[in-house]
């Protein structure tokens, strides 16, 4: 399953709104420029994504589901650098230690609830159909054991990621960010993209 030009365009865009929205919120938080460039979007699956993180180094996800018209799941991946440099700079000190404490985890976690309840805010205006969000959770660890150890989402069941660069204004560390769509109605939301375009055309 692939997505067509149309379809890979319009998430791009409504995604590329959305976080142009939370970048700003993520400055205000971390007095300083956030930039996140614009995504690309392609269908693919968890086992693939697991595939393509660096299993030597531990990430952060931030995850949250999500109800409406079609119910799933919302994660945003960071790598451990683009991680602690969040922590590092909202909070104002240098991060030194090999795990991060609970404070600096829930400060994790509300910068990525930031972000996806802005993507799923977005989504939903653009299809139409509101998407709400519950709470959201964070892991820490190897991808394999964080991406792996659901038992209510196949690993080999088609997802959407959106993949963006992320840097922050006085940090040199390039990071990548992903950012993960998972419902058991993707061909809903593959549809619902397609009626969108026929309301632009008609």
Request: aromatic share 6%; with cysteine.
């Amino acid at each position: 399953m692939n997505l067509t030009e149309w379809q890979k365009e319009l998430l791009q865009e409504t995604f590329n709104m959305a976080l142009g929205a939370a970048a700003a919120v993520i400055s205000r938080l971390v007095k300083q420029e956030v930039f996140l460039n614009i995504p690309t979007a392609e269908i693919t699956t968890l086992s693939k994504i697991i595939e393509e993180t660096d299993q030597e180094n531990p990430i952060s996800v931030v995850y949250e589901k999500f109800k409406g018209e079609f119910n799933g799941h919302s994660f945003m991946i960071y790598d451990e650098k683009a991680s602690l440099d969040l922590v590092a700079a909202i909070l104002g000190v240098d991060f030194q230690g090999s795990q991060m404490t609970l404070m600096e985890a829930d400060t994790l976690m509300e910068i990525g609830n930031i972000i996806l309840q802005n993507c799923l805010h977005e989504l939903g205006n653009c299809l139409e159909r509101p998407l709400a969000a519950d709470l959201p959770h964070i892991s820490l660890g190897n991808a394999t054991t964080i991406l792996s150890r659901s038992d209510t989402i196949p690993l080999d069941r088609n997802v959407i990621v959106f993949k963006m660069g992320f840097r922050i204004e006085k940090s040199s560390t390039k990071s990548i960010i992903k950012i993960v769509l998972e419902t058991e109605d993707i061909q809903k939301v593959l549809t619902s993209l397609d009626q969108y375009q026929e309301r632009l055309v008609s």
